[in-house]
């Protein structure tokens, strides 16, 4: 049977957004349809005051006091704001986010369960490991038998050193072979900025993350391991009869859905903060890197996501498995081929200027 080749240009016109995607045309015949442009509609410069909705202006991202960061729509991709986001800085325990993605995707190959119990081995020891000495810690002892389950809140909530060592020997046999796990996603995820050398985030030469980087290791724990990133919404974790609070202080802030994601500091690093927070069906993650307190890279990321929720929304305009358009086809079983895509279209878009939106599809 006959096959036709098509090319559609969808064209939406939202303020300062460019985006592309990969349509499949399907009736007997499968076309590739490509969107090569979702592109800018400005107002007009020479537009009279009273012509203006004031209801859509918005005002710049409010002043981070940080050495970098970022804010982006989790769906969309769309970074909202930024400053200094691909300077490499100490990520400290934000190292412990690509712990917990390396884990629940191994989880999720079905490599170990939950229940698993991990016998604890000597250089999980605080004791026994100077380089522990007054870090954040689960306070495991060797010979200790603990299930996965406890070990992932150990790290994801209480930032244990220890229960990342205790896991990186489980998941991979050691430390080392733990460390270059994590660097192959680095690369599967196509970080630009990161390069870890342990598995906890305590200081090393050669260790190194971004803000923006950060934030998409924030987005690939929440879209590839929901169950692993569901973990780091509880507010604390016993183990041995010693309670401790999640580190993340913005998830008692009732003027947020924070639910995640994770904290890091050491002298090097200064305060670091990477948040996810949801408001209807928008998400977003800020990262803030190089704050100058505990309480203060909490006050700047909520600054950045409440900014964003304020100004900006994100649509779904095209859902994945629905018809958009359709067009005439020769030589199939039917004389239209309907047009759509296998995946959602998210755009971000600043809030209430939808209704200026319009689209148009040319065939050709």
Request: charged fraction near 20%.
């Given at each position: 049977?006959?096959?036709?080749?098509?090319?559609?240009?969808?064209?939406?016109?939202?303020?300062?957004?460019?985006?592309?995607?990969?349509?499949?045309?399907?009736?007997?015949?499968?076309?590739?349809?490509?969107i090569?442009?979702?592109?800018?509609?400005?107002?007009?410069?020479?537009?009279?005051?009273?012509?203006?909705?004031?209801?859509?202006?918005?005002?710049?991202?409010?002043?981070?006091?940080?050495?970098?960061?970022?804010?982006?729509?989790?769906?969309?991709?769309?970074?909202?704001?930024?400053?200094?986001?691909?300077?490499?800085?100490?990520?400290?325990?934000?190292?412990?986010?690509?712990?917990?993605?390396?884990?629940?995707?191994?989880?999720?190959?079905?490599?170990?369960?939950?229940?698993?119990l991990?016998?604890?081995?000597?250089?999980?020891?605080?004791?026994?490991?100077?380089?522990?000495?007054?870090?954040?810690?689960?306070?495991?002892?060797?010979?200790?038998?603990?299930?996965?389950?406890?070990?992932?809140?150990?790290?994801?909530?209480?930032?244990?050193?220890?229960?990342?060592?205790?896991?990186?020997?489980?998941?991979?046999?050691?430390?080392?072979?733990?460390?270059?796990?994590?660097?192959?996603?680095?690369?599967?995820?196509?970080?630009?900025?990161?390069?870890?050398?342990?598995v906890?985030?305590?200081?090393?030469?050669?260790?190194?993350?971004?803000?923006?980087?950060?934030?998409?290791?924030?987005?690939?724990?929440?879209?590839?391991?929901?169950?692993?990133?569901s973990?780091?919404?509880?507010?604390?974790?016993?183990?041995?009869?010693?309670?401790?609070?999640?580190?993340?202080?913005?998830?008692?802030?009732?003027s947020?859905?924070?639910?995640?994601?994770?904290?890091?500091?050491?002298?090097?690093?200064?305060?670091?903060?990477?948040?996810?927070?949801?408001?209807?069906?928008?998400?977003?993650?800020?990262?803030?890197?190089?704050?100058?307190?505990?309480?203060?890279?909490?006050?700047?990321?909520?600054?950045?996501?409440?900014?964003?929720?304020?100004?900006?929304?994100?649509?779904?305009?095209?859902?994945?498995?629905k018809?958009?358009?359709?067009?005439?086809?020769?030589?199939?079983?039917?004389?239209?081929?309907?047009?759509?895509?296998?995946?959602?279209?998210?755009?971000t878009i600043?809030?209430?200027?939808?209704?200026?939106s319009?689209?148009?599809?040319?065939?050709?």
């Amino acid at each position: 049977m006959l096959a036709r080749r098509a090319f559609a240009i969808v064209r939406h016109f939202f303020n300062s957004i460019t985006d592309a995607v990969v349509l499949t045309m399907k009736t007997s015949f499968t076309a590739r349809l490509l969107i090569t442009a979702l592109s800018v509609a400005a107002l007009s410069s020479a537009a009279r005051a009273d012509d203006l909705n004031i209801k859509t202006m918005i005002p710049g991202a409010p002043q981070i006091d940080a050495e970098s960061w970022i804010l982006i729509d989790y769906n969309s991709g769309k970074v909202l704001a930024e400053n200094n986001a691909d300077s490499r800085r100490d990520p400290a325990s934000l190292t412990k986010m690509m712990t917990s993605y390396v884990i629940g995707q191994a989880m999720k190959a079905g490599k170990f369960k939950e229940s698993d119990l991990v016998t604890v081995g000597n250089d999980a020891w605080a004791t026994g490991n100077p380089v522990f000495k007054g870090s954040s810690l689960m306070f495991l002892k060797p010979g200790m038998q603990v299930p996965v389950s406890q070990l992932i809140r150990g790290i994801n909530l209480q930032s244990g050193n220890d229960a990342c060592v205790a896991m990186a020997d489980y998941v991979a046999g050691s430390q080392d072979a733990f460390v270059s796990l994590m660097n192959n996603y680095v690369n599967a995820l196509g970080l630009k900025n990161t390069h870890f050398q342990t598995v906890h985030g305590l200081d090393a030469d050669g260790q190194y993350s971004s803000a923006r980087d950060m934030a998409l290791i924030g987005q690939a724990l929440i879209r590839d391991v929901p169950n692993e990133y569901s973990i780091y919404r509880e507010k604390e974790f016993t183990f041995n009869g010693i309670r401790q609070l999640n580190r993340n202080g913005l998830l008692w802030d009732n003027s947020l859905n924070v639910d995640g994601i994770k904290t890091g500091h050491t002298d090097k690093a200064g305060y670091n903060l990477v948040a996810s927070a949801t408001e209807g069906q928008m998400r977003l993650i800020s990262a803030v890197m190089g704050g100058r307190t505990f309480k203060g890279r909490e006050s700047e990321s909520k600054k950045l996501l409440t900014w964003g929720f304020r100004f900006f929304e994100t649509v779904n305009p095209i859902k994945a498995g629905k018809e958009f358009a359709s067009e005439p086809a020769w030589f199939g079983d039917s004389d239209r081929a309907s047009l759509g895509v296998d995946k959602d279209v998210y755009l971000t878009i600043p809030r209430g200027r939808m209704k200026d939106s319009e689209s148009q599809l040319r065939a050709e």
